[in-house]
């Protein structure tokens, strides 16, 4: 019982990555916050943390007592939320990281309509396709698409993100449609330069995972720069259905190898604080009202091989 004060402060540790970026989430001194963590050790009698002169990490009993500890945290946080009565009116700044294309497409035009409900919100929304860090960044929340690989965000899923390969009618006819991913060597496949998924493009066959190493002329760090570079007949590519999927559904797109689907994703909402203040609720609340459902807006119309349970019944 004795140990109590000191999770906080330990979570925020795991959270943070270092006592330095939690005494500053904290308001407290960084020798303030190592002391609390030694002192929680010595209690336990275990070590909770390798710290090295870079960088912190759980030991295994660490690993262990971070589980349980922040859900002891979380449902702290909400009775004590529920007690003060703290589930008024959402106001204040919100900082949310957005990526460039989904933000623009999806996001913007869902702002007016968001301010207009909570008019004592102020958005401040930064859209960037580089990865951010949300506590050096001073973020509420991101909208994240893909996996996560940090599991100590909390997360809510808001909407599926289906992926195709696809081109121009005129390319295709031009140059051929690949029947298998390997055909793709052939093709002159448009990259994406800041996709995290590595160098290759992995597609689900009948027996497994295929990759495939794309190679062309043409490497950009925006995705509507390539879908203008597929509009105009340059070349293949893997893009999301949030940005093709009017095209495709218009037809002024193909998606090609449908029997052979890339790893499916999502749209998540991000943030750094299991205890969530109202504002960032809202805006969560309100994306999923806007976007969520297995088959968004995007995907209206889109041709039954893109949207066939088979394809995507790995999800």
Known sequence: MEHFAAIPIFVAVVEAGSFSAAAERLGLTKSAVSKR????????NVRLLQRTTRSLSLTEAGERYYDRARGALALASEAEEVAAGLQGRPQGLLRVAAPMAFGRLHLSPLAAEF?????DIQLDMAMDDRMVDLVEGG???AVRIGNLPDNRMVARRLAPCRVVVCASPGYLAAHGEPAHPAELARHNCI?????RGGAYWTFLGPDGEIRVQPRGNYQVNNSEARRDALLAGLGICEMPTFIVGP????G??????TDYPLPPHAVHAVSP???LPAKARAFIDFLEEKLGGETPLWDSGLPPSVLSTKNWERQ
Not at 115 to 119: G, N
Not at 252 to 257: E, G, P, Q
């Open 247 to 250: 095209d495709l559904a218009a």
């Open 273 to 275: 604080q299991r205890r």
């Open 139 to 141: 973020y509420d929340l």
């Open 37 to 44: 963590v030694q002192q929680l050790e010595a209690g336990l």
């Open 191 to 195: 990259h994406y330069s800041y996709y």
């Open 252 to 257: 002024r797109l193909a998606a090609v190898l």
């Open 115 to 119: 301010l207009r409900r909570y008019p």
